[in-house]
């Protein structure tokens, strides 16, 4: 299935009493780029993140957002600075001898400078975390793949859409390109009427004349090299996997047949065909680059 490489997802839940978000988005890119960031404290699981979007995500540039929140369960150790307090409430009451205040120092007022405290967790099972974090990288996953996904149909509907387009422009070039030369072979059979009046035509000549510039025109390989790519492109966007890079590949060597087309042509019905084959493939190529 074709998928965009812009999407996003998100997840929040809550387990033994841990609160867990997971935000995934992405944007377009080469490769695959990550960008992760985890609540301080639990960066060990920033690696294993990585490696495990990585089986997942094929390119695009990801940003990662992982919040872990504090367990119900989890036994904490509060320890007091009584050097950095008795320091505060000294200053306190300094302050309020100085200026005639009232000395109402509290608890709860020395309190307020959290600078005081120190909060010492007990170690963490790493392999417990992730396991706790898992389900919600899943989940958001989940949905940022179903938008990618979403995203990449519609885009394949366009891309193939406007190669229907240029397919049937081809064959106006197709069936257009002989008349040019009927066209040319009567031209130059009138000048040369017109050149030596009553004298006999070389009808030879302008046979050969005639040859010589059908074969100048000739686009017949350019058109079935055309075709055949457009019957390889629609091949490539019926697998899955990462297949952006093929399609750019095979829109450059559109690119390269419609410009020789365009090189060879010299009626102007047809250069205007060679316009529109070009505007439609920059369209498809803008399309491709937002493909995985």
């Known amino acids: 299935m074709v998928r965009s490489m812009t999407g996003y997802g998100r997840c929040e839940i809550s387990v033994d009493g841990r609160d867990i978000s997971v935000e995934i988005k992405s944007v377009n890119h080469r490769y695959f780029e990550t960008s992760i960031r ?12 990585k490696k495990y979007l990585q089986t997942k995500i094929n390119r695009g540039k990801v940003d990662v957002f992982v919040s872990i929140g504090a367990s119900e369960n989890e036994e904490s150790d509060v320890t007091v600075n009584h050097s950095l307090a008795a320091g505060y409430v000294n200053a306190l009451r300094e302050i309020a001898e100085r200026y005639g205040l009232p000395d109402d120092i509290t608890a709860t007022s020395v309190a307020r400078y959290s600078d005081i405290f120190s909060v010492h967790k007990q170690p963490e099972d ?47 070039i197709e069936e257009r390109s002989p008349q040019t030369v009927i066209e040319y072979k009567a031209k130059l059979t009138e000048r040369i009427n017109e050149l030596l009046e009553n004298s006999t035509v070389d009808e030879e000549r302008i046979a050969t004349e005639a040859a010589i510039f059908a074969d100048k025109i000739a686009v017949d390989e350019e058109t079935v090299r055309l075709r055949s790519h457009f019957a390889q ?12 890079r093929k399609l750019d590949f095979i829109v450059q060597e559109m690119n390269r047949e419609a410009n020789t087309i365009g090189s060879k042509v010299t009626d102007a019905q047809l250069a205007h065909k060679v316009v529109d084959i070009k505007a439609e493939l920059e369209k498809i190529r803008e399309q491709i680059q937002n493909i995985e």
Do not use: C, H, Q
């Open 126 to 172: 790493e392999e417990e975390i992730w396991n706790t974090v898992l389900p919600a990288v899943d989940s958001a996953l989940s949905d940022f793949i179903s938008m990618r996904e979403a995203e990449g149909e519609r885009m394949k509907d366009d891309v193939l859409n406007r190669a229907e387009t240029i397919i049937g422009i081809v064959s106006e």
């Open 38 to 49: 985890v609540t301080r404290g639990y960066s060990f699981i920033e690696d294993r993140l």
């Open 233 to 244: 492109m629609n091949e490539i966007m019926s697998k899955d996997g990462a297949i952006g």
